[in-house]
């Protein structure tokens, strides 16, 4: 039981800490407060986050099984074409070792990027300013989302 709560803890405190990283590159803020911030932003748009983190998951395994499958499969017919003779089956089991690292690196750091998308796309709908920050293409759409979150009468723009 103490090390179920460990593990617990340790899980909210890793979840917190990649946060308050994302935060400190997006506000230029100190740790603690850095840390706060994200907490606080998380438990505002917990939905949001609940979502991603969802979808997230299921891109996840999509992009394991692909990265894997297509390193395997592409390994095992550049072996059948350098050495016909030979069994291809330990080659590509070492594929398949090698390709679950890259494409556990991979997905963590695009695990990273939609984290920080949506923190970025979050604190730009709560800033006053964001104008200044938001590429042209995209300032509707976050003028729309500002403006049904504060509740305003909203008028798309194609």
């Not at 997006?26 to 932003?41: H, I, M, R, Y």
């Not at 609940?50 to 072996?79: D, E, K």
């Not at 090698?98 to 709560?126: H, P, R, W």
């Amino acid at each position: 039981c103490v090390q179920c709560c460990i593990w617990c803890f340790e899980k909210c405190i890793k979840f917190l800490n990649k946060n308050a990283y994302i935060q400190i590159a997006l506000l230029g803020t100190n740790f603690c407060k850095s840390a706060k911030e994200a907490f606080f932003l998380i438990a505002r748009n917990f939905l949001r986050f609940g979502a991603i983190a969802a979808l997230s998951g299921i891109i996840h395994g999509i992009g394991f099984v692909c990265i894997m499958s297509g390193t395997v499969v592409a390994g095992f017919f550049y072996i059948q074409e350098l050495h016909e003779d030979l069994s291809p089956f330990m080659p590509c089991v070492c594929f398949l070792f090698v390709s679950y690292v890259v494409s556990k690196l991979y997905m963590n750091v695009f695990g990273l990027a939609v984290d920080t998308s949506l923190q970025c796309f979050i604190v730009a709908e709560e800033m006053d300013n964001a104008a200044d920050f938001v590429p042209p293409v995209l300032k509707s759409f976050v003028n729309c989302q500002d403006a049904k979150r504060k509740g305003e009468d909203v008028k798309e723009e194609s």
